[in-house]
């Protein structure tokens, strides 16, 4: 009885283990898609209300940027839907620019996520 506890207990572990090293994977490739659209726009002026970049860097990933707040220049990037956790992958973490119009309009263009939609909605002023 105690060896079959046991080996429930190893699959279980190896099997976290697995999912961990994959949502690893996941968070590497789409944090490196963030820093080059933080590092790209960090200067640039605000002259959008937001930014898509759809299959950025011919990847599955698309990406929005906001203009950065409380500045008069850079853009914050946000993964639109993440295939990892957390969920909500910005770069970088600062508050950004978004009314409700523009959040209209970036919704019928394209997909995100429940919890980035939260997060956006919750940006709105």
């Known amino acids: 009885m105690t060896k079959i506890v046991s080996c429930i207990c190893a699959i279980f572990i190896v099997g976290c ?3 961990s090293i994959e949502n690893e994977a996941i968070n590497k490739s789409e944090y490196s898609l963030l820093q ?3 590092y790209e726009f960090q ?3 605000h002259d959008r209300p937001y930014m898509i970049f759809k299959k950025a860097l ?3 990933i698309n990406v929005i940027a906001f203009p950065a707040a409380n500045k008069n220049n850079g853009y914050v990037a946000i993964i639109a839907k993440s295939a990892g956790y957390p ?10 620019i978004i009314n409700k119009k523009s959040y209209e ?3 019928s263009e394209i997909s995100i996520s429940r919890e ?6 919750s940006k709105i002023k």
């Open 105 to 107: 309009e970036l919704k």
């Open 87 to 96: 969920r909500v992958k910005i770069l970088p973490e600062e508050e950004f």
């Open 17 to 19: 283990d697995v999912a």
């Open 43 to 45: 200067q640039a002026k």
């Open 36 to 38: 080059y659209y933080a």
């Open 116 to 121: 980035v939609n939260f997060f956006i909605q």
């Open 58 to 60: 011919n990847t599955d």
